[in-house]
């Protein structure tokens, strides 16, 4: 069955650090992969997706995420983060040849230090 | 922007009570899929609904059951509730049609507690 896993349960970050979170992912077909972000008490909210084409893709607020198909990664980063990041992000994968349905990771909780 | 609405966001119920669940897509939006995150875990898939029918079915109980109207609102009926059913259902709804680029929109979810 298809799994994604996230490494970093929870991340402490001080405002102006680097982040990086890790994704990985387990099907060896075409997916399409997203990055969600949750700020407390909110709902679900797309940061940026991939389908095809450049694997360096930019979402909102100064996200990008890296697509590496042999790795079967997808890794969120952001070069100076901001307190109000402080959110939990969920990596995320659609197969393509079958459901639609998304296939979340057990998410990272990311909290930021002023 | 209008967004996905669900109600209510809040419930609590008694085990082996019954539960609905609505969830009002992003207007002209007409596939809705529910997910269930329990306490510490990710959202797990439940079950899909385009145009009215059942397009895809996850791991959701036989104890509950889903549907789409023809308003393109669905409702998730829970019953004989049990403890491990406590959980926060999301809703989210895509379109026009089954495409593989279809963006998934979540709506708030719906906090359910089992006592």
């Known amino acids: 069955a298809q799994s994604v896993s996230q490494h970093n349960h929870h991340v402490i970050l001080s405002e102006a650090a680097s982040l990086e979170l890790g994704c990985n992912y387990s099907?060896?077909?075409?997916?399409?992969l997203f990055w969600y972000v949750q700020y407390p008490g909110q709902h679900l909210q797309l940061l940026l997706k991939y389908f095809s084409g450049d694997p360096l893709v930019k979402g909102i607020k100064g996200f990008e995420a890296e697509f590496i198909k042999s790795k079967f990664s997808f890794n969120l980063r952001k070069p100076s983060v901001q307190w109000s990041d402080t959110a939990e992000y969920f990596c995320a994968v659609r197969q393509t040849d079958s459901s639609y349905k998304l296939i979340f990771g057990s998410g990272t909780r990311l909290l930021v230090r002023p | 922007a209008a967004g996905v609405i669900q109600s209510p966001r809040h419930l609590i119920k008694e085990k082996r009570e019954t539960a609905t669940l609505k969830c009002y897509p992003i207007?002209?939006?007409?596939?809705v899929y529910w997910y269930q995150q329990g306490p510490g875990q990710d959202p797990q898939f439940l079950i899909s609904?385009?145009?009215?029918?059942?397009?895809d079915k996850g791991s959701i109980p036989d104890r509950f059951s889903a549907q789409q109207f023809s308003d393109y609102h669905s409702e998730l009926n829970m019953s004989s509730l049990e403890l491990g059913d406590s959980a926060l259902y999301f809703c989210?709804?895509?379109?026009?049609?089954?495409?593989?680029?279809?963006?998934?929109?979540f709506g708030p979810g719906t906090r359910l507690t089992v006592l």
């Open positions: 989210a709804s895509s379109s026009p049609g089954l495409g593989i680029y279809n963006e998934q929109f």
């Open positions: 099907y060896g077909g075409t997916v399409n």
């Open positions: 609904f385009y145009e009215k029918m059942q397009s």
């Open positions: 207007p002209r939006h007409d596939t």
